[in-house]
């Protein structure tokens, strides 16, 4: 194949790759340890297949890139429009990268249902990396509704004791939040006739789209809200601590890793993409609901008596920079918030596979029930404060990076915000480091915990990947940034004019 | 030698071949009665099932040819269009499906099968003919035709009450809906003159518009209204569908729907009397919401997706509720995917419901479902397949279906309908999904026997699960065509659109912030 057609198809290759493995294993004998395998060489090959992607990537360009334009429906005018920027790129590397671990992480601990496990995992993984690739607005909201189903039926059938509650909110939350975003999707199509991204954004740009001026408002919301509650933003979060305690390990690491990146990613886009003039608008209530998401998350994470619990806080209060990044329309902040976005995807779901390995072997994230275990579990012990360190903001390591560079954004739109932001780092330093103190310091406070194994190979493949890439985001993070500035920049363009008047006071 | 214009009122044989479905359902129905006494009692559940699947395929087969020969016959009683092929083929399909999982139902309910697929034949021939009237007289007489089989069927379970009570009540308040209808037909023969919606439609241009048009409408979407299940005239449904045996509710809930549709569409979008989309309106936005909220707290399955259809109606009635503002042809070609695409997902989740009730219909609680998606896999994913098509989630026909009635909506700038659509499209969501969390995420609390797949419903699930995907993943194919017959629907002056001087509101009615 000619490379021109490679990087025509290459984008639904990577998209439908694991599609095709789940279809595959439908058809896949019950034998639970070749489904694994085989789910694992599907999640690997379609990594290796989406690292071609940054490798062959166009960095000083700032437009989409590996662009494939199909007519998919003649009427209404739906294409099959998929591409990339700097924007999208990396979080569609980052699901290819989270997969594989997952599956490696759901080894041991999915011993029921196996078959049904992996397919509805795969499913998931196209779903997801289609909600980053399609710049046609239907396609879009098809991929989205789509990551729906199969992450509820990951809590709902793999999850813990409350799991029905807990996938029956997220789905109600989620769908509710999405059919706004529906109707403005389809408002825009009745007046601008396309579906299409760019085709919108250019006549919105224009000022060529009748009524824009009273509908904006609204529409601007209507996108709003379903990314919010994505992200979640506060108050918007009640989902979130539910979903992520019930969740199975492998639910957690792409629910915390990759579907909440898919809000803050919908703002980027369509928020500030469409309706610039709107988000400049509501960007003060904006910002404050994310300060109190920073802050408020952190301090309830710090009262969490169950491990997941915390760490799901602990998102809440990371997402909420990034959003604090989007909302403060400046160059160092929206690259930090992309950061912010990647760094949280490799380090919480390092976090929550090692919150699973306990779990596997005491059946309980209390806490409470642990102690000392650095006697028993070294490596495991190490491990985790390598993952602990990198997301509470270790300078090398990545956590520090993006929030750094959204702290100097913050700074640069209203300096008050940036100092309440910064808060929120020592905030994460306390609940992070006091979790280990008291699960890994002093002496063994149960007996049971004397005898646990330490980690095992499939589990030291699925954690040691996240704290090499954390390692290597926090040394070289140029290696990402090259890709996301030039497409920050693109975003930034409608707000050049604001930002200079903002940082001119 | 015959006067000229008496010549011309006998039939010619292309007349024949434009009603060439309905005789060849006909005399196959009056086959399977004829034989339904001469064979025994044992053969007779398969037999006659056969001759009823072999008339509904070749009334599929006549359909295709009377397609060839497209106009009117009959001294214009009856149209042959794009608009009459597509719910020919619709009707008679699902017929053909419910007759192939009505095969294993009728013998494990021990229910004598001669008079049950004749029944279904002549209902069939009924809904047919009125999907290609375009006499409203005729529409009515095809009308009764359809309700009169389905009234019988509904109490097809002789030995319970409740299937007893079921066709008492359905058949009562449908004859008075009926009434209404022909009432209806009457007062606008009073007012035009005729009966013929065509000619109807010429004089309501050319002259203006009387107060007896406006009543003869509403009382004609009275009739219409009670088959479809649109609130307000909805009452029956959950009583109805809870007594009728499973099979024939997957018929009734189709069927006479797209037929009734059919003739709704026709008479709407023809004729031109102002008023009525405010009516539609209102109609559609009360079904939505009373069916899904009445759904929300059903524990019966049945009474689950009977509430369940009352909210299609009103989805599907917003694609009605766009007529006389500018692009007509986008609300009716959305109305005609959404009749075939909620038949498809609701007649598989019937045949799914008729095959898990078992003898007497005995398991159809929510409770009955815990654990389904253990006991048997294959089943509880395709019904999943069929509810997620309901709730609307991508790659199902349930999708494009609700995508294309938001979409007409939106075009007629009726915000504020769409709006209640999509909220109620995720209330919606909540129901369906209770179905799919109890079958997979509950375990099994009691016995409830698992029963293999016989080929019958195994052929019928695998047409509906085809057609529910095919619509999702390639919908086009399907919705040009109702595109290309919404165009012979529509008047041919365009001009008599906006001259009727029912403008819907401006686009800048969305409200300031």
Not at chain 1, 192 to 200: A, L, N, Q, R, Y
Not at chain 1, 390 to 419: D, R
Not at chain 2, 300 to 314: E, F, M, T
Not at chain 2, 485 to 500: G, H, M, V, Y
Request: aromatic share 12%; net charge neutral; proline share 5%.
């Amino acid at each position: 194949m000619s490379t021109d057609s490679w990087s025509t198809y290459i984008l639904t290759f990577v998209t439908f790759a694991p599609l095709v493995g789940a279809l595959l294993l439908l058809v896949f004998p019950r034998r639970d340890r070749d489904i694994r395998i085989f789910a694992l060489v599907f999640s690997l090959l379609t990594f290796l297949l989406a690292l071609h992607l940054p490798v062959h990537f166009h960095r000083s360009v700032q437009g989409f890139q590996y662009e494939i334009d199909r007519q998919w429906i003649s009427t209404p005018d739906i294409h099959y429009h998929m591409a990339l920027d700097g924007i999208s790129l990396w979080l569609v590397v980052l699901t290819t990268f989270l997969t594989p671990l997952c599956v490696l992480i759901s080894w041991k601990s999915v011993h029921d249902r196996v078959k049904e496990f992996f397919i509805l995992l795969l499913i998931l993984e196209t779903a997801l990396i289609g909600v980053f690739t399609s710049l046609d607005l239907f396609l879009f909201y098809f991929f989205w509704e789509s990551t729906l189903i199969p992450m509820a039926l990951l809590i709902g059938i793999f999850g813990h004791e409350r799991k029905v509650y807990a996938a029956v909110k997220f789905f109600m939350y989620t769908m509710i939040a999405s059919v706004f975003m529906l109707a403005a999707i389809l408002w825009l199509y009745a007046h601008t006739g396309s579906f299409d991204f760019v085709v919108i954004r250019d006549q919105i740009a224009r000022g060529r789209v009748p009524n824009l001026p009273a509908a904006a408002q609204w529409l601007f919301l209507g996108f709003f809200l379903a990314f919010a509650v994505k992200v979640p933003l506060f108050p918007f979060h009640t989902w979130l601590p539910d979903a992520h305690v019930e969740a199975p390990t492998a639910g957690s690491v792409l629910l915390a890793g990759v579907l909440l990146k898919m809000g803050t990613y919908g703002m980027l886009r369509f928020n500030l993409g469409l309706f610039p003039e709107q988000a400049r608008h509501n960007a003060p209530w904006i910002m404050i609901l994310a300060l109190i998401g920073i802050i408020y998350g952190a301090l309830v994470a710090m009262v969490q008596p169950n491990m997941k619990k915390l760490i799901a806080y602990s998102s809440v209060s990371h997402l909420g920079f990034v959003v604090l990044g989007i909302f403060s329309f400046t160059q160092a902040g929206l690259n930090g918030a992309m950061f912010v976005m990647l760094a949280h995807g490799v380090s919480t779901g390092g976090l929550f596979m090692l919150a699973g390995i306990l779990h596997e072997r005491r059946h309980t994230y209390e806490i409470s029930e642990f102690g000392g275990l650095a006697t028993p579990m070294p490596v495991y012990a190490a491990s985790y404060l390598f993952i602990v360190l990198a997301s509470l903001g270790l300078p090398l390591l990545n956590g520090f990076i993006g929030e750094f560079l959204v702290l100097t954004g913050a700074f640069q739109a209203k300096p008050v915000y940036g100092v309440l932001a910064a808060t929120g780092v020592i905030w994460s330093a306390g609940y992070l480091l006091w979790l280990f103190q008291r699960v890994f310091y002093g002496k063994v406070t149960k007996p049971v915990n004397l005898s646990m194994r330490d980690m095992i190979g499939f589990e030291k493949a699925a954690v040691w990947p996240c704290a090499v890439a954390a390692l290597l985001m926090g040394v070289a993070p140029i290696l990402w940034l090259a890709a996301i500035d030039p497409a920050v920049q693109a975003a930034l363009t409608p707000f050049t004019q604001v930002v200079s008047k903002v940082v001119g006071q | 030698m015959l006067p000229a214009a008496l010549l011309q009122t006998i039939p010619q044989g292309v007349d024949y071949v434009r009603i060439l479905p309905e005789l060849i359902l006909s005399v196959f129905g009056i086959v399977v009665m004829v034989l339904d006494p001469l064979v025994d009692e044992e053969k007779s559940q398969k037999l006659l099932g056969f001759i009823g699947l072999g008339g509904a395929l070749a009334g599929l087969l006549a359909t295709w040819y009377m397609a060839q020969s497209p106009g009117l016959a009959f001294s214009n009683m009856v149209k042959v269009d794009d608009f009459s092929v597509f719910f020919h083929f619709l009707i008679i399909g699902i017929a053909a499906v419910v007759m192939l999982s009505s095969f294993e139902y009728m013998a494990v309910q021990r229910i004598r099968a001669g008079e049950y697929y004749a029944l279904i034949l002549f209902g069939t021939v009924g809904m047919a003919l009125m999907s290609s009237a375009v006499e409203l007289v005729l529409i009515f007489i095809a009308l009764e035709i359809s309700s009169i089989s389905t009234y019988i069927l509904t109490g097809f379970r002789r030995n319970e009450a409740s299937s007893s009570e079921a066709s008492l009540k359905y058949f009562l308040l449908g004859s008075f809906a009926t009434a209404f209808f022909l009432y209806g037909v009457a007062l606008m023969f009073g007012a035009t003159g005729s009966t013929n919606i065509d000619l109807i439609s010429q004089k309501l241009q050319a002259e203006p518009v009387q107060l007896l048009v406006f009543v003869a409408m509403a009382l004609m979407f009275v009739g219409l209204g009670f088959k479809v299940a649109a609130a307000p005239f909805h009452v029956w449904t959950p009583d109805v569908y809870e007594g009728a045996p499973a099979p024939v509710v997957g018929l009734m809930s189709t069927a006479p729907k797209a037929a009734a549709f059919a003739v709704l569409l026709r008479v709407v979008f023809t004729i031109n009397a102002p008023g009525r989309s405010g009516l539609l309106w209102v109609a559609a936005a009360l079904s939505m919401t009373l069916g899904n909220v009445g759904a929300l707290v059903q524990s019966n399955v049945k009474r689950l997706l009977a509430y369940s259809s009352i909210a299609h109606a009103g989805y599907l009635l917003m694609a009605f509720a766009m007529t006389g503002s500018g692009d007509s042809i986008a609300g009716i070609s959305a109305a005609m995917f959404y009749t075939a695409a909620y038949a498809a997902m609701n007649l598989g989740a019937f045949a799914v419901v008729s095959h898990f009730a078992n003898a007497g219909e005995r398991y159809v609680t929510l409770e009955d479902y815990e654990g389904f998606g253990r006991s048997s896999p294959l089943l509880a994913a395709t019904l999943t397949i069929f509810l997620l098509s309901l709730i609307g989630i991508p790659l199902t026909g349930g999708f494009f279906a609700k995508f294309y009635v938001f979409n007409a909506a939106m075009k007629a700038h009726l915000i504020w309908l769409t709006l209640v659509g999509v909220i109620n499209s995720a209330i919606g969501a909540y129901y369906y999904l209770r179905l799919i969390v109890v079958m997979y995420m509950r375990e099994s609390r009691k016995e409830v026997p698992v029963t293999a797949i016989p080929l019958g419903l195994g052929v019928a699930l695998a047409i509906s699960l085809v057609a529910t995907v095919y619509l999702g993943i390639l919908p086009n194919r399907i919705l040009q065509f109702a595109q290309h017959s919404a165009q012979e629907l529509t008047p041919p002056q365009p001009s008599a659109i906006s001259a009727n001087g029912e403008q819907m509101p401006p686009p800048a009615a969305i409200p300031q912030p």
